[in-house]
C-alpha cells in the first residue's frame, strides 16, 4: 500500500490546498467552512468568498488542518483543529477542565484514490498533528456507511477501527466519537 505524506495547511502550503480543492471533484464551493464561517460568513455562500475566509485564517496561523501527499502530490485533506476554532459541532457540552479537544470536522480524497486505506492513514494522521498541538482528545462526527447525507465526516467503522468510541450522536445521522489521546497509543495500533 502506498503512504502519503502529511503537512499542516500553513502559509507555505495553500497553494498545494488551494490546487487540491479546486481541481475536479474538489469541494471548492464549501472551502471547508461549512463548521467554521461566522454569522457574517455563513450569509456569503459562494466559493469566492468561503476561499478568501479559508485564506484568512491560514494567513492568521489558526490551525485548520493536513494534505496528504502521494509523491508529492496533494490528494487528501483533513480538517482537524481545536473544537474552539469550529460553530458548534454538536459534540459533547460537558468537558472536563483537563480536555483539550480538537475536532476532525471533514475528510476528502480525490476520486481517483479512494478506496486504497488513505482514510485511515489520513485519520492517524490528523491524531498525530493534533496531539503535537497539545491535544488530549480527538472528537468527529461521522455517520453510518448508508447515510445520504454528511458523508464527508467519514463513516462510524473506520473511526471505531482507529480507536474512537461512540459516546453520543447529533441529530438523526451523526455519531459522536472520540479518542483519548492521554493514554498512549501506538501509530500502528490505530
Given at each position: 500500500m502506498d503512504q502519503l505524506d502529511f503537512h499542516e495547511v500553513d502559509h507555505e502550503s495553500w497553494s498545494d490546498f488551494a490546487s487540491l480543492f479546486e481541481s475536479r471533484g474538489g469541494p471548492k464551493s464549501c472551502w471547508c467552512m461549512a463548521w467554521r464561517a461566522s454569522p457574517a460568513e455563513a450569509k456569503q455562500r459562494d466559493g469566492h468568498s468561503r476561499r478568501a475566509a479559508m485564506k484568512s485564517r491560514v494567513d492568521d496561523s489558526v490551525p485548520v488542518g493536513i494534505l496528504g501527499y502521494l509523491h508529492s502530490v496533494p490528494i487528501a485533506w483533513c480538517s482537524i483543529a481545536p473544537r474552539f476554532t469550529y460553530r458548534k459541532?454538536?459534540?459533547?457540552?460537558?468537558a472536563s477542565a483537563h480536555e483539550r479537544i480538537w475536532s476532525l470536522a471533514c475528510l476528502f480524497i480525490k476520486r481517483e484514490f479512494r478506496g486504497r486505506g488513505f482514510t485511515g492513514q489520513l485519520i492517524g494522521a490528523a491524531v498525530d498533528h493534533a496531539a503535537k498541538r497539545g491535544a488530549n482528545v480527538i472528537e468527529a462526527y461521522p455517520v453510518d456507511p448508508e447515510s445520504p447525507s454528511y458523508?464527508?465526516?467519514?463513516?462510524?467503522?473506520?473511526?471505531?477501527?482507529?480507536?474512537?468510541?461512540?459516546?453520543?450522536?447529533?441529530?438523526?445521522?451523526?455519531?459522536?466519537?472520540?479518542?483519548?489521546?492521554?493514554d498512549p497509543v501506538k501509530p500502528e495500533d490505530r
Open positions: 459541532l454538536g459534540g459533547l457540552k460537558e458523508r464527508f465526516m467519514g463513516f462510524v467503522n473506520v473511526f471505531a477501527a482507529a480507536g474512537f468510541r461512540v459516546v453520543g450522536a447529533v441529530g438523526q445521522r451523526r455519531h459522536i466519537v472520540r479518542l483519548d489521546i492521554s
